[in-house]
């Protein structure tokens, strides 16, 4: 038996500690990880049998729960019949019906799907898609882009490059980055409709750049990773106007916000607006398989097919995956057949009845709430490790965040577990050192 498989077998903790990275992790550290048995409806089962109610939905995508018997089902009947085959060449009809399905709930004018691995992948191809677009409208020189501050959209490099740039967990690669613009994030919150700040600034940047900028990236309403942070839908309207004033696409990247989080199915909806470019991820498949989607209009999937070299040039091997697709359509099914928006409410208003109690504490500067999405954002930093840990031992799993505690809760949450997941964070919150 060689060293590993020895050690697996002794302590597979040990083996996961000294050889296995987690997101944003170092390797044979101490940070602690929590062994996951079992996950059904809302609870994650450690490996000790502690139950932990699930704030986080695995980021954004459980909106169903864990276990689901509807999409377990889906998977199974895929996987008995063609679990991948390659997209090159090849079609297969849970593809084609996914895709049907996106078009048909997306805002009308997105008609075309390109259907990828990650959120980040998507956004590389939502990127290209808006360079190839300029390059074949005769106007090469649109190769920059335009993002806000605040946002985050993924990890791979051309990702990277639309993240904030100080906050945005980049900053290491900043040097190799490309130099793309931002606009400052805007300060109109989710209530307000005086935006004319934040969009004299924001067209500030396009009248100065527009000649090179092809597109603006935004997440729209909501900021997620970068800060958690909602803006008024009034801002994305006018940025919509100005898109098109300026001559730059729009790209909506609702990779979190998709599919019922912020309470209207897509975060767009709540301004009323379409997109040139929407990336879709996440809770695409119920946060049972990796896939995202890329949508865009007519007009510029008719662009890049008559231009040269008249393909969109992208193509992951695992494209299209059948489990994925077919799992993403029952997701959606499942979501669509049920009154998702009264729920969504429903949890919005548990949410900020729960965390309200958090806003006079000392260690608090603010708790907001959007839809199913909760954040307490504390005064100061604190140590997170410590904070997860109470809130473990609270039984809940939420995982803080710099100075953000935040939840996303799977949409199937009871009152009940509502009260609990809130309770334990304000308790929690409360037990941190004050001042
Ligand atoms: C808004 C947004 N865009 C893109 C991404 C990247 O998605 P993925 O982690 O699937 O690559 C994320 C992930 O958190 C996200 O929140």
Redesign the pocket.
């Known amino acids: 038996m060689n060293d590993i498989r020895k050690k697996l077998a002794e302590d597979w903790l040990a083996v996961d500690r000294d050889h296995v990275w987690h997101p944003y992790s170092a390797i044979g550290n101490d940070a602690p990880v929590y062994p996951v048995r079992e996950a059904h409806g809302v609870r994650l089962v450690l490996e000790d049998g502690r139950e932990l109610i699930d704030g986080m939905a695995s980021?954004?995508a459980a909106i169903h729960g864990y276990n689901h018997p509807v999409l377990n089902a889906a998977l199974k009947e895929q996987a008995d019949s063609m679990a991948h085959v390659m997209f090159g060449g090849l079609t297969h009809r849970p593809a084609v019906e996914l895709s049907a399905l996106l078009v048909d709930i997306t805002p009308e004018p997105l008609q075309s799907v390109f259907l990828c691995d990650?959120?980040?992948?998507a956004?590389e191809a939502a990127m290209k898609m808006a360079f190839q677009y300029w390059n074949d409208r005769g106007r090469p020189g649109k190769n920059r882009l335009l993002s806000l501050r605040g946002g985050?959209?993924?990890?791979t490099f051309g990702?990277m490059g639309v993240c904030d740039p100080v906050n945005g967990m980049h900053h290491f690669f900043s040097h190799m980055l490309p130099g793309h613009h931002f606009a400052p994030v805007p300060e109109a919150g989710f209530d307000d409709t005086d935006v004319e700040a934040d969009v004299a600034a924001l067209e500030e940047l396009l009248v100065a750049h527009h000649g090179e900028i092809a597109a603006l990236v935004l997440?729209p309403v909501l900021q997620?990773?970068g800060g958690m942070r909602a803006y008024s839908p009034a801002y994305l309207r006018r940025a919509r106007e100005l898109c098109d004033r300026y001559e730059v696409l729009l790209v909506a990247?609702e990779?979190?916000t998709g599919f019922g989080r912020t309470g209207e199915l897509f975060a767009c909806q709540h301004a009323g607006i379409a997109p040139d470019i929407m990336?879709l991820?996440?809770a695409l498949t119920g946060g049972y398989m990796?896939l995202?989607a890329v949508l865009t209009t007519p007009e510029v999937s008719a662009t890049i097919s008559g231009g040269d070299p008249g393909l969109f040039m992208h193509g992951p091997t695992f494209m299209g995956n059948p489990l994925a697709c077919r799992v993403a359509r029952a997701s959606i099914d499942r979501l669509l057949a049920g009154d998702w928006q009264a729920n969504v409410r429903r949890i919005e208003a548990g949410l900020a009845h729960g965390l309200a109690p958090a806003r006079p504490l000392a260690q608090v500067h603010d708790v907001r709430t959007l839809g199913a999405v909760g954040v307490i954002e504390l005064a100061e930093g604190v140590d997170t490790t410590g904070l997860q840990q109470g809130l473990v031992d609270r039984g809940v799993w939420v995982r803080p965040f710099g100075r953000l505690v935040y939840v996303m809760p799977p949409f199937v949450m009871d009152d009940a577990d509502l009260g609990r997941l809130t309770a334990a964070m304000v308790d929690a919150v409360a037990a941190l050192p004050a001042g």
């Open positions: 980021w954004w990650s959120g980040s992948v956004m985050y959209h993924g990890d990702a997440e997620g990773a990247d990779i979190a990336a991820g996440k990796t995202a």
